[in-house]
């Protein structure tokens, strides 16, 4: 076998897995298809639960220097007017996905990790018991486990055979960054008929804006003064914010096709982590904490397998035992999120609830709560 250990994918998930595998001294290969530093397509912003991770992976003091800024605070608004202001349960960050990518990938790279980027995996066949051949554009590549860490949705999901592929998903979200707005220590979310958008600033001090809509939004005319959707400037908030904002990314970033969908811990014997395994509703700003505790959880189990802990008379007990300890972190959370952002995206049901939050503050505060895993002491 060429490696111990092949994971596809360099976002968030794979990178923090090459990081720790590599530091357990394995033979890593982490394949990204792209080139870093690019923009992703999200809401960039951090829960504290990461802040634990990092120091693990060996990268906070950069995302310090960088100077990510702190949200304290959480301010949602309804198309209707309805208003609710609530103190986050603990410090949450803005920063990029443009630097922590690119500062993972290259923690990745400065240890005894072999990472390949441009390199797209087209497909792979073998299994737990003899082993892996990863194919690529670059050539092929063999080793005893894959990790699977290729986010949402990916070609490779088709040619795997994925069955949540053949569903489509109507969820369609972009994002830019921009300027023009005081928004400092607030995450902003503001729903919108078939739609929310959050607003939160990031280390260079831009606001990042990225909405998530149903795709029948993304067909209506454009608001002629804002340049959005009409269904975007029914929210009087947020019209106002983008009456104001100016937009300095070159290009919006886009996604189709999202799903929440879970698809499951294993996959033709593939260990899935992060959004390959299931992906928490955007509104909870919790996918990135996730993606990494995912990988937290996996690596233990892996090294065992690469330790020769398992035989291939308990591999399914191998493979079990990561799905229970995946469903037991993050179930319950995965279920919220889903039954937050039907709501939010409902515009009697965002008014409604948005409103119960206002009057009840308590319960609005552990709803935010719930969605997201223990802050312990973390301090940024
Ligand atoms: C609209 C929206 C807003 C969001 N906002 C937030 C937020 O504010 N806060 C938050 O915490 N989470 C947010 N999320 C969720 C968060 O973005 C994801 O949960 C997180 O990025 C998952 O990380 P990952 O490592 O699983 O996947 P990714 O970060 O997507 O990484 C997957 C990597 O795999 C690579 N790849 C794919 N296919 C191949 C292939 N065939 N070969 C090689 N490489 C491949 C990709 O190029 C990519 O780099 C949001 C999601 C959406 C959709």
Redesign the pocket.
Known sequence: MNYDIII?????????AAIQLGQLGYRVLL????HYP?H????????IE?IEIFAKLGILDRVRTLGAQPIHRAYLTTASGASFRSQLPSTALGLS?YQL?LMLFERAQSLNVHCQDL????GVSGDLAKGFLVS?NKGNFTSRLVIG????R???DRSLARQFIQQKSP?I???GHFTGVDIQDV?ELHSFPNGYC?L?QIETGEI?V???AHQRVMQEELDPELKIPKSLGQNPVLADRFRNMQQTSVNLQG?SQ?TFALKGNFYNDICM?????G??A?L?????????R??EIAVPLVSQFLNGEVNVNNINKFKQNYAIAWQREFQTRLQLGRAMHNCFVQPVLAHLGVNICHAFPFLGSWIIGATRGGAGQSKF
């Open positions: 596809i994918g360099a976002g968030l998930s794979g990178c923090s394949l990204e298809q792209n690019i992703k397509l999200c809401g960039e912003f951090l829960s990461v996905r990518d390199t797209k995996v087209a690529t860490a290729f986010g949402k990916s070609p490779l969820w979200a972009y994002k995450i959050g939160s990042n990225c909405w998530i996604l999202i982590i992060g959004d390959t395994a992906m928490i955007p909870c700003g919790d996918g990135m904490a996730m993606a990494l995912s990988a």
